[in-house]
């Protein structure tokens, strides 16, 4: 769909097909190939899975927080991190972002191997029964869960990035995980 939408960008001549620094939206496509109703309505969609997503992400930094020090209250940590996160709205565009990535990566990263190297200089607890997957779903869920503690998630910044440029995206997921 992305690749269909940039074709018709370029044979009507649109001034977005010509500009370096225009980031293709989901929205932009939705229009572009079926039709306005479409458009809308995956904004609408957006938007309140974001309210939700954002909601969540709130309350549950506030809960942590608040489990760290209940020096103040969860309502407080969760208006505290509610402002900073907010505060991400000002980055402009995903290549702005990535600063804000890349620290994402590090902190994981370091989150994820400190959890490692703990776990291995301790050693298994007693009585802990420790099992394999029993089927190929419990198999891909662990495999999954392993691939985002060590940070590939943020991948999906480089991904976006680069669909101003679809035929290098082979070579930008092999990059970025």
Not at 46 to 74: E, H, M, P, R, W
Not at 103 to 108: E, Y
Not at 142 to 147: K, P
Request: with cysteine.
């Amino acid at each position: 769909m992305h690749a269909q939408h940039r074709h018709n960008l370029k044979q009507n001549a649109d001034e977005k097909h010509f500009d370096p620094y225009h980031i293709v939206s989901y929205h932009e496509i939705m229009e572009s190939l079926v039709g306005t109703w479409l458009k809308n309505f995956s904004l609408v969609v957006v938007f309140f899975a974001l309210i939700g997503l954002s909601t969540v992400q709130i309350i549950a930094t506030a809960s942590n927080c608040y489990i760290l020090s209940d020096s103040i209250s969860k309502q407080s940590w969760a208006l505290l991190w509610g402002g900073l996160f907010s505060m991400i709205s000002f980055v402009p565009t995903f290549r702005h972002y990535r600063i804000l990535s890349l620290l994402g990566i590090m902190t994981t990263t370091y989150t994820a191997w400190f959890m490692t190297i703990t776990s291995a200089v301790e050693g298994p607890i007693e009585d802990v029964v420790y099992d394999a997957p029993e089927n190929l779903e419990g198999f891909f869920t662990g495999f999954v869960q392993l691939l985002f503690i060590y940070g590939g998630h943020t991948s999906n910044i480089e991904v976006a990035d680069v669909l101003d440029n679809p035929a290098t995206y082979g070579e930008c997921v092999i990059s970025s995980l």
